[in-house]
């Protein structure tokens, strides 16, 4: 579908202050995440008060876009045309904290094969202004995983 087809249908994220960074990061290839300038905590969605010491100094830095998939579901309904059936949504939780986790689509040749435990790395789909954080799985003979299939 292009861009603004999409747009038009209605699917593109608003921007906001809180979700600019987040929603714009994947023009340079920067995922950000907002993390707390006092404690260092991440937190996801953004907040503008820190959820651990409630401090009011969050700000959105670039994180490495590498994770684990912790759960996800194959879609097998056509919901809109824009998103083609089959396609796996996820919750991915990235490296930098435990329980700083990401709800996406995992794309590319391995995203129909996906497992809980696969490792996977960010890449950006562009859309007009925004840029959707999606995953792609790093390698897919991960040791340890297990399918849900």
Same mark, same amino acid.
């Given at each position: 579908?292009?861009?603004?087809? %999409?747009?038009? /249908?209605?699917? =593109? *994220?608003?921007?906001?202050?809180?979700?600019?960074?987040?929603?714009?990061? $994947?023009? &340079?290839?920067?995922?950000?995440?907002?993390?707390?300038?006092?404690?260092?905590?991440?937190?996801?969605?953004?907040?503008?008060?820190?959820?651990?010491?409630?401090?009011?100094?969050?700000?959105?830095?670039?994180?490495?876009?590498?994770?684990?998939?912790?759960?996800?579901?194959?879609?097998?309904?056509? %919901?809109?045309? /824009?998103?083609? =059936? *089959?396609?796996?949504?996820?919750?991915?939780?990235?490296?930098?904290?435990? $329980?700083? &986790?990401?709800?996406?689509?995992?794309?590319?040749?391995?995203?129909?094969?996906?497992?809980?435990?696969?490792?996977?790395?960010?890449?950006?789909?562009?859309?007009?202004?925004?840029?959707?954080?999606?995953?792609?799985?790093?390698?897919?003979?991960?040791?340890?995983?297990?399918?849900?299939?």
């Amino acid at each position: 579908m292009a861009s603004d087809t %999409w747009e038009a /249908a209605g699917l =593109a *994220p608003r921007l906001t202050p809180e979700t600019y960074d987040f929603f714009t990061g $994947g023009a &340079r290839g920067e995922l950000m995440i907002y993390r707390c300038s006092a404690c260092m905590h991440f937190t996801h969605p953004p907040s503008p008060r820190c959820p651990t010491c409630l401090t009011m100094t969050m700000r959105p830095v670039p994180v490495s876009g590498r994770g684990v998939v912790i759960s996800y579901s194959v879609n097998h309904y056509q %919901w809109h045309p /824009a998103f083609r =059936a *089959p396609y796996p949504i996820a919750i991915v939780e990235l490296d930098e904290q435990q $329980g700083l &986790r990401l709800t996406t689509r995992i794309v590319g040749p391995d995203a129909l094969n996906v497992q809980i435990g696969a490792r996977v790395r960010v890449t950006f789909e562009a859309h007009d202004q925004v840029w959707l954080p999606l995953f792609e799985v790093e390698n897919p003979s991960t040791p340890g995983a297990t399918s849900i299939q």
